[in-house]
């Protein structure tokens, strides 16, 4: 099992930086793919931002140029540097760790943590 504690969530203004944690801890394998998720009330999950063990990120068309992903293997963490805040992104956000044995895939979330860009 693998537990996601994410912080980091809170209101900013249009044009503000926020920057969004995710620890993970349990049994964690060397290889894994962390990423950020977001989802508005009555949408469907969308992917933010992930990256891989080797350190490869992929992002979301939305948030090129102004998010960053990030992950320190030692801590187990990914992080999520969002910069030029704009009110569109304004959702819950949710960490996101996959893993693959021989056997089968897992995937675990956090608890979502809350982004408001307003002013």
């Known amino acids: 099992q693998v537990y996601l504690v994410e912080s980091g969530g809170g209101l900013v203004q249009p044009g503000g930086s926020l920057r969004l944690s995710c620890a993970a801890s349990?049994?964690?394998?060397?290889?894994?793919?962390m990423g950020w998720y977001r989802q508005v009330s009555g949408k469907q999950r969308e992917l933010v931002a992930s990256?891989?063990?080797?350190?490869?990120?992929n992002y979301a068309d939305s948030v090129k140029g102004r998010f960053t992903i990030s992950r320190d293997n030692a801590k187990s963490t990914v992080y999520l540097q969002m910069n030029s805040l704009k009110p569109e992104d304004t959702s819950l956000y949710y960490c996101?760790?996959?893993?693959?044995?021989?056997?089968?895939?897992?995937?675990?979330w956090g608890q979502g943590t809350q982004v408001t860009v307003s002013s």
């Open positions: 349990g049994s964690i394998f060397t290889i894994y793919t």
């Open positions: 996101n760790l996959k893993q693959s044995t021989l056997r089968r895939t897992d995937e675990y």
């Open positions: 990256i891989i063990s080797a350190g490869s990120t």
